[in-house]
């Protein structure tokens, strides 16, 4: 599965979503939805560590050379997704464990965040949560060069705060 490059929004990608295999799509698509409302050119891919090796470290090998500038990988199971991408490239790699019928994705999280000293995995959270704070957090990577994408996180965290403060728990949600 080749998603086209960043519905909706121009130029090249810079983040690659990367997924062990389409159902994966279901919690990465949060991450894609996340960069196209920034506005951040990135591309989708389903690469399989276990079932095609060698397009995993082709892609890997191949991704600076595209312009992208960070990877981010859901992977369930055993998981070893992330860490053969981190192993085939220098650019900042973020994991999402993606849950699992049988474990619920703690085998993913452990397989994700147990690297070997000296090839980082940035992990994060187990499902829909880790992936939206994946496609934040490759946003505020890529904010640090570029101010109009610090603009938009700030106007982001600030759009969280008021939604805080403007929270009442008088009002009936269950509707």
């Known amino acids: 599965m080749i998603t086209p490059p960043s519905p909706g929004v121009e130029g090249t990608p810079l983040v690659g979503v990367v997924m062990g295999s389409t159902t994966d799509w279901k919690i990465m698509k949060v991450v894609s939805e996340r960069l ?100 934040l957090l490759a946003l505020q990577i890529l904010a640090v060069s570029d101010p109009g994408l610090t603009k938009k996180l700030e106007d982001f965290r600030q759009s969280l705060r008021k939604k805080v403060l403007e929270s009442d728990l008088t009002k009936d949600t269950s509707s």
């Open 36 to 135: 196209s409302s920034f506005g951040v050119p990135h591309e989708a891919r389903v690469v399989s560590a276990h079932r095609t090796p060698d397009l995993l470290f082709e892609y890997a090998r191949d991704a600076r050379g595209r312009g992208l500038k960070i990877l981010i990988a859901g992977a369930g199971g055993a998981a070893h997704l992330p860490g053969m991408l981190a192993s085939s490239t220098t650019l900042p790699v973020l994991g999402v464990p993606i849950p699992s019928t049988l474990l619920n994705g703690m085998d993913s999280l452990l397989s994700i965040v147990q690297m070997p000293k000296g090839i980082p995995v940035g992990t994060l959270a187990i499902g829909e949560p880790g992936a939206e704070n994946a496609a």
